[in-house]
Nanobody
Framework: QVQLVESGGGLAQPGGSLRLSCAAPKSIFNIYTMGWYRQAPGTQRELVATITSGGTTNYARSVKGRFNISRDNAKNTVYLQMSSLEPEDTAVYYC????????????WGQGTQVTVSS
């Protein structure tokens, strides 16, 4: 069973920073697009950022310029560096691995809470 292991998250003040990490099996990490999604209470899960195996990134408009997604191929880990945090960023953040095809499964991490509050 494929496991995406997340770490990081927690409590930050508005304007502060946090970094999330997600480790994946090498067989997944090398060929899947990795990403982060988030879900706030009462809302649908939404895309935050993705990064392909080739390093192409994509960001939600709400986080562009504040968040940075990167991947360390030697550690099979994807990171989400979050800066200039706002209370609206409060949510459970989920790591995701996908191939963008119905012939391949989507994988999800267990989720990690990020709370931005003074």
């Amino acid at each position: 069973q494929v496991q995406l292991v997340e770490s990081g998250g927690g409590l930050a003040q508005p304007g502060g920073s946090l970094r999330l990490s997600c480790a994946a099996p090498k067989s997944i990490f090398n060929i899947y697009t990795m990403g982060w999604y988030r879900q706030a209470p009462g809302t649908q899960r939404e895309l935050v950022a993705t990064i392909t195996s080739g390093g192409t990134t994509n960001y939600a408009r709400s986080v562009k310029g504040r968040f940075n997604i990167s991947r360390d191929n030697a550690k099979n880990t994807v990171y989400l560096q979050m800066s200039s945090l706002e209370p609206e960023d409060t949510a459970v953040y989920y790591c995701n691995a996908q191939r963008g095809s119905i012939y391949y499964p989507n994988y999800w991490g267990q989720g990690t809470q990020v709370t931005v509050s003074s």
